[in-house]
């Protein structure tokens, strides 16, 4: 076991002999092979569980657990009936539980390996794209900046390789590494052994697996991690909505059962009636509703083209009120296009333009799209009489990177980047005849004037700068970044998308407010912003992020719009700021340095095409960088919430409306207004009737505006319709009483018979803000919610009503019964009304 955490200290030649490895990888049927012996490279604890223990966790629930309990007392006592019923409601309610769970885990896992995260590993003699689950001990694999590291390994090659190591060491910069030997015993030292869960932030490298999955340093921290995971916004929502009944069920069980056994009333009939009253004001098919709404909501956007990673993050795309975006590839076509190449003077210069090739082209990491419009450029002078000798990787903290490039004896060190980063290690500017002119004050004014009129046309800048070396120079460090000339500028242009205006009012229709975090510099940042309808007018940038603290930036964001010149922390940043504010907020990114505001955010967005570091930390991966996609996103993940808060609404109204009548009644009158039996019986047909929920369609002011979790507009609506459904309990109680002198059979079977009439025929009334008949149900919602009344009805008619001790009703009794359902109903849909409107206020 230990020899898996010194690797790094053993001679390479070793390594590939003991893995039965070769620098050209493994064959394919090795590869296979070793997936059996060796399992996923996975860090999580395997997500997959046996059907006994999925079973086991639900009879462990709290609630079964009672109806176990309820069921054995029954059968002691004779019960059978009631026996019979609370086994079928809970191997219904575990049934559907486990069927919907697993085919919501086989769909999430198909939609989460279509964007899986992938490395390049060297299989069968080529180099193949595979997922890093299917990495194992013995690949080869090559790394480029960007990359995550997929699993432990030592480095066979690499060029200039920066790794971010935070992760295990907490050290903030990179470290570099190299093939080299390392005699070092401490992993924090190994600089030729990489790590999974850390990032190639610079540089490429050949790796040879070590270790994978639980196996490696980062599998330990990731179960710990996993373990000490946050409850989500969904899961608090449950959570206290779980309260909530819990504490409605406690006050009306003990009260009734203590009421009984003060009146004595036998001891094991008020036990089983107290249960019966608990199962029948709990929502038991929560969990299944919630998980098919969810994994229906996944399969409906992936249809919109976004990709759910995590199912509990669709709940907070719909609750999203800000989301927070770079402005490349969502407000502009991401078509980068190098405009102008020009000197000191503002003039088109040809040296630049080849200058900047070269370091384009010698650059080893991952190149940028302004690399590549660069390269692409039709007048690009000719680089073959160059050659690239050494670099300094790009990182984001020097927002530059530079290549030694020599042409004969002559090397050059060449760098490029951000203006203000190139002219803070500038010392001279070159002049027309080449040589270098002192940087000085007129100088400085001038480029600054000549800055300001590119970037406020909304062009962005790359500066360039050159340093002759020594002869014979053949490696460059951070230290030989100074006393730079500055020989001129890149001009490029990003403009912006056509449809951007109307997508960005449509998120804001939806009552999503967009702010633009950028690296780019301030007067881009607001000529784009201001070409597609955002307010340009409040502007905070980097350095003046840094000189706030938490507090300041919490009161300062609220009404800004526009960050630019800002690094990855201060995305964190202002991420962190706009949570304590309140917000629900969505991220999306696609770079290295978005990867901790991406993790940060509720929602994290990033894009198909991102780097694996980005697309690993996000929830949810949009196949096009679209604000429209993800508007068409948000309204799915409103539509999902919604049908979840519609069975919630339904559950616990209805049920907390009849309880409570039977609560009532059940102390006043000579004998229990319904059979525990009945109770039960009643409780699973309602529950049966609310299975096409997931399936419903809803309003449209559903998703016009984010949803959350209101426990508060929830209870009131429950008791405000919980209200209605016992006076009209009470007035059936009346007429069954004092009009047709009704014995405890008949007043037993006619309260069955109107009680899930009004349950079931409610929810076409509930399910919607608007007049019933104005919004359509879907027919999958009819014919659960119909077929359970029409076989309530069958059951009453049947002989075998009599096994659930019914009896035959008068058809004078049954007219009164619809009557009382009918004016019910309308007196539901005044009252709906009049709750709903206390729920949006």
């Known amino acids: 076991m230990e020899e898996k955490f010194s690797f790094w200290l053993q001679p390479t030649d070793a390594l590939l002999a003991d893995l039965h490895s070769r620098r050209e990888g493994l064959s394919v049927s090795d590869a296979a092979a070793r997936i059996k012996q060796y399992g996923p490279n996975a860090f999580h604890a395997a997500i997959k569980q046996s059907l006994l223990s999925k079973i086991g966790k639900r009879i462990l629930n709290p609630l079964i657990a009672i109806l176990l309990v309820a069921a054995a007392i029954s059968s002691i006592s004779g019960d059978l009936g009631s026996f ?27 939609l989460r390996r279509s964007v899986a995260v992938k490395a390049d590993v060297r299989r069968g003699g080529a180099l193949v794209a595979v997922p890093v689950e299917d990495i194992v001990p013995g690949d080869i694999i090559e790394l480029r900046t960007g990359d995550l590291v997929p699993a432990d390994g030592i480095i066979l090659d690499a060029h200039n390789l920066q790794v971010n190591e935070s992760l ?103 036990f089983l009636f107290a249960v019966a009253l608990a199962v029948g004001l709990t929502p038991e098919l929560l969990p299944m509703v919630m998980t098919v709404t969810l994994a229906r909501g996944a399969l409906r956007m992936a249809e919109k083209k976004v990709i759910v990673k995590r199912l509990s993050s669709i709940h907070d795309l719909g609750a999203m009120d800000v989301l927070c975006t770079d402005k490349t590839g969502t407000l502009t076509q991401a078509v980068v296009t190098l405009v102008e190449h020009i000197g000191i003077d503002g003039q088109s210069s040809d040296r630049l333009l080849m200058l900047a090739a070269l370091n384009s082209k010698f650059e080893t990491g991952v190149r ?136 960005i009012a449509t998120l804001q229709g939806l009552g999503v407010r967009l702010k633009v975090i950028s690296g780019d510099h301030a007067e881009v940042v607001r000529h784009v ?130 309880m409570l009548s039977m609560a009532l009644a059940s102390i006043v009158l000579p004998f229990l207004p319904l059979l525990p039996m009945q109770i039960l019986l009643n409780n699973l047909l309602y529950d049966l009737s609310e299975i096409g929920i997931p399936f419903d369609s809803v309003d449209a002011d559903d998703v016009d505006h984010p949803h959350t979790w209101d426990i508060k507009s929830i209870l009131r609506f429950t008791i405000v319709m919980g209200a209605v459904s016992s006076l009209f309990d009470i007035a059936t109680f009346t007429i069954l009483l004092k009009v047709f002198n009704a014995d405890a059979a008949t007043f037993q079977t006619a309260w069955f018979l109107e009680s899930i009439a009004t349950q079931i025929l409610v929810i076409f009334l509930i399910r919607s803000r608007g007049h019933f008949w104005s919004s359509r149900p879907h027919w999958i919602l009819v014919a659960t919610s119909l077929g359970a009344l029409g076989f309530t009805v069958a059951l009453v008619l049947s002989p075998l009503r009599k096994i659930f001790g019914f009896v035959t009703i008068e058809a004078q009794l049954g007219l009164s019964i619809c009557a009382i359902v009918a004016l019910y109903l309308v007196c539901a849909e005044i009252a709906k009304r009049l709750a709903m409107a206390r729920l949006r206020a």
């Open 368 to 503: 940028s799209p302004l690399d590549v419009a660069i390269l692409a450029h039709p007048d690009q002078p000719p680089t073959d009489a160059w050659i690239r000798r050494g670099e300094v990787p790009f990182d984001f903290e020097r927002r530059c990177v530079s290549v030694l490039a020599g042409n004969g004896n002559d090397s050059w060190l060449i760098t490029k980047g951000a203006p203000e980063a190139i002219l803070s290690r500038a010392i001279a500017i070159e002049g027309k005849d080449g040589k270098p002119l002192p940087l000085d004050a007129a100088a400085r004014a001038a480029l600054d004037a000549l800055q300001n009129k590119q970037v406020t046309q909304g062009f962005r800048l790359l500066a360039l700068a050159v340093k002759p070396m020594p002869a014979g120079t053949t490696e460059v460090s951070l230290t030989d970044e100074t006393d730079l000339t500055l020989v001129g500028f890149c001009v490029f242009s990003d403009p912006p998308k056509l449809d951007a205006a109307a997508a």
């Open 168 to 270: 295990m060491t907490g050290e903030a910069f990179p470290s570099a590494k190299s093939e080299a030997p390392c005699s070092n015993p401490a992993p924090s030292d190994a600089t030729n052994a990489l790590f999974a869960g850390t990032s190639v932030v610079g540089g490429n490298a050949l790796m040879l697996v070590v270790a994978t999955g639980q196996r490696t340093r980062f599998g330990g921290i990731a179960i710990a991690l996993s373990a000490a995971e946050p409850e989500t916004a969904l899961e608090k929502g449950v959570h206290s909505l779980g309260v909530l009944i819990l504490k409605l069920t406690v006050f009306l069980t003990l009260f009734v059962l203590f009421a009984h056994l003060v009146a004595g009333r036998p001891p094991i009939d008020s």
């Open 84 to 110: 019979v019923i609370i086994l079928t409601v809970i191997t219904i309610s575990i049934t559907l539980d486990i069927v919907q769970e697993h085919h919501a885990e086989v769909a999430v896992e198909t």
């Open 529 to 658: 912003a201001t070409a597609v309808g955002l307010n340009g007018d409040r502007l905070l940038s980097g350095d003046e992020i840094s000189d706030l603290t938490e507090t300041a930036l919490a009161a300062r964001i609220e009404n800004v719009d526009l960050f630019a010149r800002v690094d990855p922390d201060q995305k964190t940043r202002i991420i962190k700021a706009l949570q304590r504010r309140g917000h629900v907020v969505g991220f999306m990114g696609d770079g290295i340095n978005d990867a901790p505001a991406i993790r940060a955010a509720h929602v994290g967005l990033s894009v198909e095409g991102a780097t694996d570091i980005a697309r690993a930390a996000a929830d949810m991966i949009m196949l096009a960088p679209d604000l429209g996609v993800l508007a068409e996103g948000v309204k799915e993940g409103r539509r999902t919430f919604a049908n979840i808060l519609k069975y919630v609404r339904m559950g616990t109204s209805s049920n907390f409306g009849n």
